[in-house]
């Protein structure tokens, strides 16, 4: 039996950065907002509590603050010719699950994109001609400009506390910036973190060589900080548990400590956990959504919560799949390439990385920051950076962070040591300390064949189809990875290591070994229904009372982490629902 | 020698605040430092201390706050409190006649 | 100390730490002295600080145990460094890896139909964890004995570590469910994750790999080391979860 409940003005589905953001925007403006969390509540004390949130095996390798796939995943394969396979267990994503989401488990690097990703297609056009750009490779430029976005990035860097150093204010540059950097308002809220030896060593090399070295934009905290909600933040003791952990000194920034507790201050604001959204109800014109169905998963009682506004904030691939459950929009299909809902599915190319092995240097790997690091964007967002000379679309950020040097997943020893053994013991003895990394981040363009859709085989445990993942790494992907990998391995060189490893090759993509939790695209933003599946606000295009928020709206991916863009665009959205639907109802324009 | 700054003290208190009150408001991630000053550490009936605080047999006045703000693991070590200390003396000396006053 | 056996390598280091295993897993009284080096399963050494420590196992059967025993020594052999896998816990953590929620499957998608799939799409076994290491273990047993005529914990150590290899590499076929290599690349992974894990999961034992290596373990407040410990190495006694509770 279902119980219907009284009507609220918003269901929030899912309740991590996105939906945290809407929550306390919306129910701070007078709205009754009801969130639907299908995991349970936790807190930084006593949950993310020194001795145990150090666990490595509990956390990083068992995934305790993650989706559980037994109840819910996805399947996959390369093309649509192959049989598509469930992931089993998490490996090379980790969806969270939880209050906070994985708002919670993020290293916590915080870009903000840059004009060329906002003019994706338009930029290669205009400076390479249509014809540089492949007919499967659908790009598309964002609806909206980083003009448009600037005030609602520094509110989200305000918010999560985010420590870097600014490269452009107003249009002026600014000395150890990024030069490359979209003219900003004012400054980072904190001063960059202190660097490790390591990024000491890649910042000096890579200034000697020309390039642009800067501090990579980070939501962990430099220093104490109070946001401006009122929201305090502890100072970053540079622990090495970020991505995977929580954080307990409250210094990652993270919705669990700012905008979800301003939200429950509200009287208007109502979290219900273990409550798990199996679909968006809509009315019988299909236009219009009424609310959602959700089983509360502590007792399996099945609810209905009617809403005026329902906004899916459920993690980039949740949103794509309830989407597809409920029939809002047009599914995509890869064959006729008709239909919307689906495409665009991109992630994050690596593998151009180098490890640096040195006789004489000790780098103590386990003195870190999720994001803090020092990179180079003059593969990136520098818009001189000559793409016909790799002939590929996009680029690649060369970074030295140092998140962790937890030791089950960070044992480096030298190409051709064996995996075990007296031999093996010895180099990861030896080199443990001695090894530091160059990574290599790259952007990834679209392609007609890497898309979701709707399993037909497999099922999760509410008897609904689980969603279809088709997913490769492309020639374009291969050719960026190549040519910035070799960039890395020059700048690897002249620091002189007694060996190093890689780069190596952008093989196909590997659902097993964990890569990033960059899952982009399936419900893309755009200029008209024709083309996307949300117009600039994020609202479906189809039933335009639903929200759609996270990195699921991108109809590409940036080598810059999503997560600067994805609360970026939350404050957007929030604040189009306050000033202009709240007033008239329907298709902003 | 200059005199510990009660304002100073609080403005470096924004260090604390992320998980302490000194007035035992809010649902905090640290124990209330209201009346820390005279206190045995981890004596709070309704905080759940780690072991190392309940064993430490340390009550708190200027001397062992300032030693424990000085280095928190060094002095109690294995308690669970994240803050790596306070390396300036009078920064130490500040906070602490801050929270003398505002714990009372 | 390269010819030196367990039980003196337990016995000449002294160090804190690690009874909580033998209050964890205790039933088994008999000494060290009584119990002959090696054999599999219900044997108690020496802790290093004195007491019993136990190897009972829950999970594995005898002949699983001295499988997982003889495959640990050889991923992990005893050197200057570090005792060998199984005196560092290893077989221990594995058994009640097994045992455990891992083990049965938790966090796994387990509905069908399977297929075998291709390496990029990950485990696809209708197996649990535990039900694939026991079948790994009889296939590869069963090899051995087809190959060898003998058990693989009764070969010699060249000869393990040969079959080893010959797993690792692909270069054997098991009959049955289990592919050789694939069983190879979970033993050694759940092996790894013992050796290095926190010690109150049962490996680790006396923190052998973290002191190995140079990792400091759980406390990890940096924020002054960062800078002062540039190029500079951080020696201090490791703290694990099982120190400070």
Redesign the interface.
Known sequence: MTTRLREVDVVIVGLGWTGGILAKELSEAGMRVVALERGGMR????DF????I????KYA???HLMQ???RD?LT???SPT??S???????SFLPGEGLGGAGVHWNGVTWRWTGIDHAARSYYEQRYGKSFIPSDMPIQDWPMTYAELEPYYDKFERTAGVSGKAGNIRGTKQTGGNFFEQPRDRDYPLPAL?P??SQ?LFNDATAQMGYHPFPRPCANAS????NPDGS??????????CERFGC????KGSPH?TVIPKAMAQPSFELRTHSWVTKVMLDSTKKKAIGVAYTDVSTGEEYEQPAAIVALCAYAINNVHLMLLSGIGTPYDATTQKGIVGKNYCYQPGGGGVTLFFED????P??ATGAFGIAIDDFHANDQFDRAAMSALGGATINVGQSN?R??GY?PVPAGTP????AW??A??KW??RAMNIGVTASNMPNRYNAYDLDP???NVFGQPLLRLTYNFLENDKKVIGYVAQKAAEIARSLKPASMTGPGMLG?????PYQSTHNTGGAIMGSSPGNSALNKYLQSWDVPNVFVLGASAFPHNSAYNPTGPVGALAYWTADAIKTKFRNRPGLMT | MRGADVEKGKALF??????HSVDGSGDL??PSLKGVVGRKAGSLEDY?Y?AAMKRSDVTWDATTLDKYLTDPQAFIP?N?M???GIVDKSERDDLIAYLTVATK | MKNKNRRDFLKTVGTVGATGIAAAVGGDTSVAGQSPAGSPAGRVLLDPAGGPVSHAYTFLTAPEAAFIEAAVD????A?D??PGGTDCGVAVFIDRQLAGA?GS???????G?W?K????????SPLTPAEFFRAGIAATNAYCRKTLQKDFDRLTVEQQ?KV?QDM?QGRVTFEGTVPAQEFFNLL?GT???GF???P??GGNRDKA??K????????????E???T??????DVEP???LD??
């Open positions: 807190g930084t004390n006593p509590a020194i001795p145990q150090r666990d490595e095996l390798v068992r995934n559980n796939p037994a995943t996959f394969r390369h192959e049989p396979l469930p992931m089993r267990q998490l490996g202190e490790s030896y000491i220093r104490a900080y109070t305090h933040l502890g100072a970053c003791v540079y622990c090495g548990h307990e000194a409250n210094a400590i240097r000790i780098f103590n386990f003195m040097g030791p089950i044992r995996r075990w053994g007296a013991k010895k990861t003895a443990y300390l085989t497999y099922k196909d993509y590997n659902i097993v | 924004e260090q604390c605040a992320a998980c991630d640290g759940r780690s294995g669970r994240a803050f790596a | 050889r991923f992990i052999p050197d460094l570090t891992w499957g938790d966090r796994t998608y387990m509905q139909p297929q799939g291709v390496p990029t799409q990950g485990y696809q570590n080893l690792e050694l092996a790894m994750q290095f894990a926190d109150i999961y790999a973290w190995m290596i140079g990792f400091p373990g759980v406390i990890a407040i940096y924020s080391h960062i800078k410990y540039r190029n500079k190495k951080y703290k694990s979860i400070l509770s």
